[in-house]
C-alpha cells in the first residue's frame, strides 16, 4: 500500500471517529431527552440500541483501525520511535479511549435498562446517573480527539 493511500485511509478513520462521535452523541442525548419529556419508551428503547449499534460497527471499527495506520504511517515515513509527538498522539489516544470505553459499558447498561423497564418512569435514578456520567464523559474524549487532530496537523511542533 501506498504511503497516500494509508494516509487517506488513516483520514477517513479520524472522520468517521470524529463524525460518528459527534452523531452518536447528539442522537443518544436528544434522544434521551425527547423520550424523558414525551413519556416514550419505545423511543429511548430504539435510539439506545441504535447508540451501541453505531458505536460497534463504526466508532469501535475505526479506532482499532486508527492507531494501525498511524503507525504504518509512521514507519513509511520514517518517524523515530522516541519522538515526543508520538508519544503525545499515544498518550491523548490512550486517553479518549479510556473515556469512551466506560461510555461503551454505559451504553450497554441503559440499553439493556430500557429495554427491561416497563415505562419511562420506571427507569430510576440509577438509569439517569449512568446517563450523566455518559455525557460527562464525551467531554474530555471529545476534546482529546480535537488534540489529536492539531497534532496531526502540527506534527513539526513536538517532532
Known amino acids: 500500500m501506498t504511503y497516500l493511500a494509508l494516509k487517506y485511509l488513516h483520514l477517513i478513520g479520524?472522520?468517521?471517529?470524529?463524525?460518528?462521535?459527534?452523531?452518536?452523541a447528539f442522537f443518544a442525548w436528544f434522544g434521551y431527552?425527547?423520550?424523558?419529556?414525551?413519556?416514550q419508551l419505545a423511543l429511548l428503547q430504539g435510539v439506545l440500541s441504535l447508540t451501541v449499534t453505531?458505536?460497534?460497527?463504526?466508532?469501535?471499527?475505526?479506532a482499532v483501525l486508527q492507531p494501525i495506520t498511524g503507525l504504518l504511517l509512521w514507519h513509511m515515513a520514517g518517524?523515530?520511535?522516541?519522538?515526543?509527538?508520538?508519544a503525545w498522539v499515544f498518550g491523548v489516544y490512550v486517553f479518549v479511549?479510556?473515556?469512551?470505553?466506560?461510555?461503551?459499558?454505559l451504553q450497554v447498561r441503559l440499553r439493556n435498562a430500557a429495554r427491561?423497564?416497563?415505562?419511562?418512569?420506571?427507569?430510576?435514578?440509577q438509569f439517569h446517573r449512568w446517563f450523566r456520567v455518559w455525557f460527562l464523559l464525551g467531554w474530555p474524549a471529545?476534546?482529546?480527539?480535537l488534540v489529536l487532530f492539531a497534532l496531526m496537523l502540527g506534527r513539526g511542533w513536538l517532532a
Open 33 to 39: 431527552r425527547k423520550a424523558l419529556r414525551e413519556d
Open 54 to 62: 453505531a458505536d460497534t460497527v463504526f466508532t469501535a471499527t475505526a
Open 79 to 86: 518517524g523515530s520511535w522516541t519522538s515526543p509527538w508520538l
Open 97 to 105: 479511549g479510556a473515556c469512551w470505553l466506560p461510555v461503551v459499558v
Open 116 to 125: 427491561a423497564a416497563p415505562s419511562v418512569a420506571a427507569l430510576g435514578p
Open 14 to 24: 479520524s472522520a468517521i471517529l470524529f463524525g460518528t462521535g459527534m452523531g452518536i
Open 142 to 145: 471529545f476534546a482529546g480527539v
